[in-house]
C-alpha cells in the first residue's frame, strides 16, 4: 500500500476543510457584510465577536474548531492502522494521516485558497486539532488561555502563550510524533500574530471586550 499517496490525500483533503471561511459566510448571512471590514479585519472568532454577536462568535469558534476536528478524525479512522517509523519515531499510519489532515485543517484556515491565502490566525482550528488528537492537551492549553485571558484580556497574548507552551508539555507527556506535529503548530500560529506582537509591545493592543462595535 502507497502511504505516501494517503498522506498526501489527508493533507489535501484536510487543507480543503480547513479553508472554508465560517466566520466570513456566518457575518454575511447574519447581515454583518464583510467581516474583514471590521475591527482587525481578520475572519476568525475573536473578530467575529466585534459585531456584538457573541452567539455568531461562538459558532465561529466551534464551526472553525470542527473543520480541522473532523479532518484529523475521518484520516486517524480511514488510514489503515499499520505501524511505521518517521524520522525513526514509531507511529502508526492512521495516527500519522491524522496529525497530517488535522494540521493542513490549521493550515487551510490561516492560508485559505478561496480568500487569496488570507485567513484566521489559527487559534480555534488548533484547539479542535487537540481536542481530536489529544485532548487532555487540549485542555491545558484552554486553561492557559484562560488564565491569560481573565487576567490580562488580551486574546493575542492568552493564544501566543498557549502556543509556546504547548510543544513543551507536549514533549513532556507525549511521543516525538505528536510533538513534531504540535510545535509545527504553535510556530505557525506564533506567525499569523506578528502584527499582534508588535501592538503588544507598543501597547497598542486592544483588549477582549464584550461591547457592541458594529451594527447590522
Not at 487551510?108 to 481536542?131: C, E, I, N, R, T
Amino acid at each position: 500500500m502507497n502511504f505516501t499517496l494517503i498522506f498526501v490525500a489527508c493533507a489535501l483533503g484536510g487543507y480543503l476543510l480547513g479553508s472554508i471561511p465560517f466566520g466570513l459566510v456566518l457575518t454575511r448571512l447574519a447581515g454583518y457584510g464583510d467581516i474583514r471590514k471590521i475591527g482587525s479585519g481578520n475572519i476568525g472568532a475573536t473578530n467575529v465577536l466585534r459585531t456584538g454577536n457573541k452567539t455568531l462568535a461562538l459558532l465561529t469558534v466551534i464551526l472553525d474548531a470542527f473543520k480541522a476536528g473532523i479532518a484529523a478524525y475521518i484520516a486517524i479512522k480511514l488510514v489503515p492502522n499499520e505501524l511505521c517509523f518517521m524520522f525513526g519515531w514509531p507511529a502508526t499510519t492512521s495516527l500519522i494521516g491524522g496529525m497530517i489532515a488535522g494540521l493542513s485543517g490549521v493550515i487551510g484556515h490561516m492560508f485559505p485558497v478561496w480568500l487569496k491565502f488570507k485567513g484566521g490566525k489559527g487559534v480555534s482550528s488548533a484547539f479542535g486539532f487537540l481536542l481530536i488528537t489529544y485532548w487532555p492537551l487540549a485542555l491545558i492549553a484552554l486553561a492557559v488561555w484562560l488564565v491569560m485571558a481573565f487576567t490580562f484580556r488580551y486574546s493575542s497574548l492568552s493564544a501566543l502563550t498557549a502556543a509556546v507552551s504547548l510543544p513543551f508539555v507536549a514533549f513532556f507527556m507525549l511521543p516525538q510524533v505528536y510533538t513534531f506535529f504540535y510545535a509545527i503548530m504553535a510556530v505557525l500560529v506564533i506567525l499569523k500574530h506578528h502584527a499582534n506582537i508588535r501592538r503588544l509591545l507598543k501597547g497598542e493592543e486592544s483588549k477582549i471586550s464584550f461591547k457592541k462595535t458594529a451594527k447590522k
